[in-house]
């Protein structure tokens, strides 16, 4: 069961026992700091005007001068201690800061440049807890210095999060071990035949591979030094092209043999 609790402004979202998932963007408020200059405790107890906002999604592009702020107030409706998942829907985001009354405020740090080795899922996560019917108010910033920056924040149950993120991960796994799989089948061709389109199909499927464990977080979780992905993000437009250019000098390759 989803719920959603939708209004002209940010009100609370409320979490019962057979909460599933909840978008959290729809009843949160949002802040633009252009100036960039603003700590957290100038955001939350100085005259910060919020705006409410209604979308599931935050689509700002290439926005690598300014803060997002975000701010959210959960509220748990059973007689129990509950505990949530708060996913930020989005691999790329290059640096994300969550502020939990449980940690009296202090950041929780998250994002593709922000050094945080020990991730184990796809998108950053962080953990939200409520005792019976308490109420906590959360705030989030990001910003992204080399990607475009994509908002999407969604609340789970835990034990539905940690399903859903086995799943995905199991079918991004299959997909890459079928490009390997292929990319070896091309090689081995190349071998027997010696036809060096193969080649050019193998750098393909490498570069495309490539690309996608970076672009969908699947290469997040199993990279182990901080500054070399920072190299490859950086490089993301090198990345992006190598498939094309394998794919272009292969039809340049076969139309030349066609022309003889």
């Known amino acids: 069961m989803i719920l959603l609790i ?7 979202i409320e979490v019962g026992s057979e909460t599933t998932s909840v978008d959290v963007l729809e009843n949160s408020s949002i802040y633009i700091d252009h100036t960039r200059s603003l700590g957290f405790n100038e955001i939350k107890n100085g005259n910060i005007t919020f705006k409410p906002n209604t979308t599931k999604r935050l689509l700002l592009g290439y926005s690598p001068n300014f803060d997002v702020w975000i701010k959210f107030t959960v509220k748990n409706t059973t007689d129990v201690k509950i505990s949530r998942v708060l996913e930020y829907n989005n ?3 290059t640096n994300i800061f969550f502020y939990s009354p449980d940690e009296n405020f202090s950041p929780q740090t998250s994002g593709i440049l922000s050094g945080n080795l020990g991730q184990k899922s796809i998108n950053p996560i962080f953990k939200i807890n409520l005792e019976a019917h308490e109420e906590k108010t959360y705030f989030i910033k990001v910003y992204s210095e080399v990607t475009t ?10 034990n539905q999060f940690y399903e859903a993120e086995i799943d995905h991960q199991k079918k991004l796994a299959l997909f ?16 027997f035949t010696r036809d060096k389109s193969y080649l050019y199909y193998v750098v393909y499927m490498i570069g495309i591979s490539f690309h996608h464990t970076v672009y969908t977080g699947f290469f997040h979780i199993f990279q182990l ?6 190299l490859i993000i950086k490089a993301a437009a090198i ?4 498939p094309a250019f394998a794919l272009a000098v292969k039809r340049h390759l076969k139309m030349t043999i066609c022309a003889k």
């Open 6 to 12: 939708t209004s002209m402004y940010a009100s609370s």
């Open 225 to 230: 030094d901080a500054r070399l992905n920072e």
């Open 239 to 242: 990345i992006v092209g190598i």
């Open 149 to 158: 920056l994509i908002v999407d924040l969604k609340l789970w149950k835990t």
């Open 91 to 93: 691999p790329m985001t």
């Open 176 to 191: 890459f071990g079928a490009m390997i799989a292929l990319a070896l089948y091309n090689l081995s061709l190349y071998f």
